[in-house]
Nanobody
Framework: VQLVESGGGSVQAGGSLTLSCNYT?????MAWFRQAPGKEREGVAA????????YYADSVKGRFTISKDNAKNTLYLQMGSLKPEDTALYYC??????????????????WGQGTQVTVS
């Protein structure tokens, strides 16, 4: 399983950005995490395609949207109303099978290399 993120960059506060994660196999859960310097990795959003369920961190609800395009084997994170505190390295993560807490990074085996988002 390979996950490759793209779409990061620098944007002004209030702006928008869409991250993409190209994957090689469909997984039971796919998620976006982020990690800012000196902070722990935190869950941003997750999707359980089989159940059609999505989850979001409170800090991004109403601003970010996670979606999945099976035809393109791509997971997206649409980010709007960006704030400086959204600055972080964003990772795509995926896992098979039954799952515990969606936003616990230890629940995920497969990770991308990360893409940097900087909001100023």
């Amino acid at each position: 399983v390979q996950l490759v993120e793209s779409g990061g960059g620098s944007v002004q506060a209030g702006g928008s950005l869409t991250l993409s994660c190209n994957y090689t196999r469909n997984m039971d859960v796919m998620a976006w995490f982020r990690q800012a310097p000196g902070k722990e990795r935190e869950g941003v959003a997750a999707v359980f395609p089989g159940a059609g369920v999505t989850y979001y961190a409170d800090s991004v609800k109403g601003r970010f949207t996670i979606s999945k395009d099976n035809a393109k084997n791509t997971l997206y994170l649409q980010m709007g109303s960006l704030k400086p505190e959204d600055t972080a390295l964003y990772y795509c993560a995926a896992e098979y099978g039954a799952h515990g807490t969606w936003n616990d990074p230890v629940e995920y085996t497969y990770w991308g290399q990360g893409t940097q988002v900087t909001v100023s």
